[in-house]
């Protein structure tokens, strides 16, 4: 499909098209002056001022606290399936790539979660190219890159005065031509000139050694340096909670009297209780171990069972940790 | 004020000095982060790495918060047998850090006698978040700091921004009335005079002076934005329990999530915890990811232990904590005599009333 253009003075109208069908999320500034996927109301003033979104847009797959069913009297009732249509607009490259790879955990293998698969069903990702990546980014060492919109619908990519939006998924295609009216067909300089800054930015990304994490993870697991690399751990769940691969989670019952429910909430392998037994035990009784397990997992785990490493380079995690830990020294360091 | 590159250089040499005669096996400072505007804790045991030891206004990291679990009782006898003799442990302390310390000691978390204390008179440290969006679109990708204390960023396109220090710093430093540790075993660098502020009297009346409603919204609609990934417990020195009431699984007390009844709780057991503890190092609110004001209640309670008992956290080694401590003389009527409190505004009153009508 060619490229398709709208100017940003068209976008509002564009995105009111969009809330005809469903809930439009879309980068709204809050009072802090961040910008955060919002739930659009009829005229909120859209902001691509941003350069990513402090959280990331994994909760739109899967929530941090989800309902799976409710009981009563030993009954279970019907689970409550997301059903809404949804269009998150703005996502960049890297979070569409985690959705990706979420893909690969909840619908491709052997589980095929029905919430996940209801809500991914129900929601197109229009993702925004970037321009200015942070000096925390490192996409193009992991299989991304700042035009890449792996895991969207669309990929949008911005001029000065315009928007181009590329299909890239039948769901795709079909939001596109139900506002074709409002698109122009994109002439072939701006395609090249929105590919030219996609390359600039691209060059701006300091690469990081992650090729063949897996192979050099392999040999590590006893690795003294575990200890040494995790030791100003505080062991809080920011890097995780913030990732936008991370999906580990928890299961409880909450039951008062004869009625409760199941919920699934988002739990992180930094915490000492991911892994504390019943008995008492803990088999991953130190930082240690948990960082182990984090890398473990991202590098060598993820590329074992699904052929990627579980890291989009997005650099929340660097920009967030309270003690300044940088995943990218934590791998040298370790010798991947 | 002493220089912070002299700082540096006499902290490199007392670190260097420390681990090369033994006198101690740890040495906790602060080396280069790979972001601006941050350093990361050093934890040191060979004295020929001393040199990368720095001394900054990004020295953020309450670094107190090591000790505890360096000083960890065994479990059990089976790891009391294996057990290594405590470190000896010397440990960079700005004034705050220092509070946290002399705090622990009286907590009995850890031994004076295997702590070298190493004093800095500190002028304040930049807040990571204040200063990135301070510089709005910009990314710094350098940062320090000048003669006059300016904060300096060089940002992507290589021109050089000053940042305000009093814009920049952390809230808690622009709040602090002590910045002298007051306690150590060596002082690196001059007096730092201490500032007669009531900068946090002023919020914490700030906040006081709306209706408790309004209060309690307002409150509502801050922790509504956290994530409970635990950092601002995690940062802080005095969260040392060794079962968190908010990790007990049997029974669960509150559950794990965002729900914003569990982020109640959360927030309120842990100010009523830190209360007549809280050293006001502000440690929470520089770990939220989320921007939230951590302090907001903690500030409130550690006005209250002054006000109503002359006691300031991690003052006095010697003293005893406040909650182990009783005088017959000891203020009670706002137990006894509640009614001195602000009245309740009239739609929570009437809220009230017609919950009990129900």
Redesign the interface.
Known sequence: MTEKRISHTDLPRLLARLRERGAVHAPLEDE???AVLTELSSDDLISL?Y?NF??SPKSFLLP??QVLFRFQDGKEEEPALPDREMVVFGVRPCDAKAMQALDKVFLDGDQNDPYYARAREKTVVIALACT?P???CFCTSVGGGPGDGAGADVLALELDADLLLRALTPGGERLLSSVRDLLCDAAPSAVKEAEDRVRAAEE?IAPVKVDGSAQRLSNAYDSPLWASVS??C?????C???CPTCHCF?I?D?VRGGTGRR?R????CA???FT?HGSGHNPRPTPKERWRQRIMHKFRYAIENFGRPFCVGCGRC???C?????I??VLKEIGV | MTASHEIENRLRATAEKLLREKKVDLFLGYEKASLPFRTTPLLLTAAEEAGRLVWNSFCTVNLAVYLPRLFKAPADAREAKSATPPPKVGIVLKGCDARSVVALIQERQVPRENLVLVGIGCPGVVDAQKAEKTLGEHEALGAGEDAQGSIRAVVEDGTEITLYRQEVLADACLECRSPMPAICDLVLGGPVEAKETDAARRRAAEFESKPPDARWARFQEMISKCIRCNACRQACPMCYCKECLLDQTRPRLIGAGTDISDVTIYHLVRALHTAGRCTECGACVRACPMGIDTRLLTRKLSLEAEDLYGYRAGQSADAIPLLSAFAMDDPQDFLTEPSHLPAASSSAQEAEQARRAK
Do not use: A, H
């Open positions: 802090t002056g961040d001022r350069r402090r959280l941090q606290n200015r942070l000096s925390s701006q030791q100003k505080l062991g809080c769940g920011t995780s909670f913030l928890d409880t909450e919920v909430t988002w739990d992180c915490y000492p209780l504390l660097i920009r967030s309270p003690v300044g830990m940088d990218r020294t």
